[in-house]
Structure formats: C-alpha cells, structure tokens
C-alpha cells in the first residue's frame, strides 16, 4: 500500500487534546447553485461571505447542513464514512425546504477536494482526533416575499476535531424534556435544517443548568422516545436486543443505521420501532449515538423526578463498548471493513 504519510507535515496542534469546536484550517470550497446549473467551485481562503441582506437564509431559514468525519488509518491513508449517506441526507434536507442540492458525485467531490486543500490538518492516527467535515446547503438568493430561493450557495468547510464530549467515551446524565418537543411528525424533523437545532437550544440550556448532558425529546404524543438534540437513541435489554426509535421526526443517523448492522451481526435483534418511554426500565444500558461521540453511553434518565440508573460505576457498559469498539475500528481503518462504508480520499501530491 502506497503511503504518502511520511511526506505531509502536520499543521502544528496538539491533536490529543482538541475541543470538539472550529478551528481555522487553510481552505473552504464553495459552489454556486444559479440557473439551473452548479459552477466547478472555488476554493477559498476566507472565513467569511459575502452574503445578501436579504438572502433566504438569514429570513426564512433556508440552511441545512451535514457532518462527517474523515479518519486516519494506521498507514496514513484518509479515509470517509458512508459518504454516500451523507450526500443522500442532504438531498432529504434540501427537499424539505424547497431548496436545490448538490447531486451525489458533487457532494462527494466537493468533501474530497475540501480534504485534500486541507490535508495538513487531518489528525495523527491515533489521537482519537479526526477531520471533521461540515457540508452547509444555503439559499443565498434575495427574497422579501416567502419563497424559494433562486440561488444556492455550497459551501464545505473542514476541522481538526477531538471527542464531542469533553471526558470522550465516557457516560453522560440525561433528563425527559417533557414540555417541549424538537420537531412535529410531519415537519421537518428528518431534515438537518438549522432552525432544528435553534428550536433545540432552550431544552439544551435548560438541561445543563440543571446537571445533565443533554435533553432527550419524546414525541408529540409524550408516549414514545424520539431523539437527543444532536443524537439518536437506542437501548440494549438483557436478552441482547439493540432496540432505537423508528419515528417520522428524528434525523436518520447514520452511526445508527451502521450500529444496527453491526449489532445484527454481533448476535443482537434489532428492533427499529416505537419506543415507550416506559420500557427505559427494560434496559440494561442505554446510549446515544452520531458522528460526532460515536456512542455516548448513558449513565441515568430523569423522567418526572425519577432517575433511571444504567451505570453505577461510571464506566461505560459490555454493550455500548463492544459497538463502540467495532464501529471505530472500522471507521479508523483498524480492521477491515466488510461492509464497503469507508472510501478512500485521494491526498494528492506532496505538499
Ligand atoms: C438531531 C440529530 N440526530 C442524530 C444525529 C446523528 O446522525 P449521524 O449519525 O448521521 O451523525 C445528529 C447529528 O449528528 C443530529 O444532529
């Protein structure tokens, strides 16, 4: 295997210890949805854009985004994640809110050529790090009356990113949101639109003023578990069945759609149904799961001023850590991936 890892100098970080949080790297690459067609793209150096005041975006929350990590294997190769998913995600969200997105082969070009200009920046092997990659879709065309743009702007910005939560692999406290809900069931809650993700950020706040992780939203009926903020859910009973909510206003994760194989062919049955939130008392652990933690196990629910408690010792469960453990080593090329999820992205020449 041809490894050109020896010949690219790292960008000077301490890559064991980054936040999960925007850090400047050398190049964005953006393309421009106008009559009808999407030009070659720029790359850009600039962290800022010129915008229209009266850009679709800005008024009526035409924006929605992705997120994906790019991993080094033990050779140096990079390699991508069911970017394919990513691409499809997109398209979803794009239609949701009357909005154009960037066919699959441009989504895919578009991460690959943003990775390559940035190449110095994908983290060590190793550290736990990885090169995160935020594809953002918005209507960049001016409009006062509420319409769909005529102008989309695609924009895919990369980041060197640590663990999303600070203690990494490590259990978190959640609480029931019981009086606010993320999405409607026939709105936009499969979409990855950024108006989901302000609507969520009271229940968040008011979560962590009260000593938990995250909130974790049920659905409009109060009955059935929907999903955390930024993270699907699932639950493990004792008799190995990996059960996860299969609900028309959760975003389709796509860590869980690959833990759902995984934990099929790791001897669970998986159940993608409703999930009562009476059955948190039928689980033996329970965890979150998105590109950006992997799987957070959950140490306890509160619900109504009664706490679940899946961990007593604070250390993550045999489950959540056996999935954990075989997801990562997938995605970070540690054993082979007979699934055909990981691609590889091209570095190009020397720096
Ligand atoms: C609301 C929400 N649910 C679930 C997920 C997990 O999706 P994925 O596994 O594709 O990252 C995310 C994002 O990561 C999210 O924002």
Redesign the pocket.
Known sequence: MNSIKSQITKAPLDYSSLPFGYQKTDMNIRYVWRDGSWDKGTESTEEHLPLHIAATALHYGQAVFE??KVYETPDGRAQTFRIE??AK?LQHSAEMLSMVAPPTELFVEAVHRAVRANRRFIPPHGTGAALYVRPLLIGTGANIGVAPSSEFTFIVMVTPVGPYFKQGFSPTKLVIEDELE?AAPHGVGTA?AGG??AAGMRATVKARQNGFGEALYLDTTKQYID??????FFGITEDKRYITPNSPS????????SLRTLAADMGYTVEHRQVHVDELHTFVETGA????AVITPVESITWKGEEIIYLRDGKPGPHCTALYQRLVDIQNGVVPDPYGWTQEVSLGQKL
């Open positions: 997120g994906l998913e990513n995600r993320r990855k989901n993700y999903e955390l903020g930024a993270a699907n959760v975003l389709r994760s796509i860590t869980n759609m799961c998105g590109t950006a």
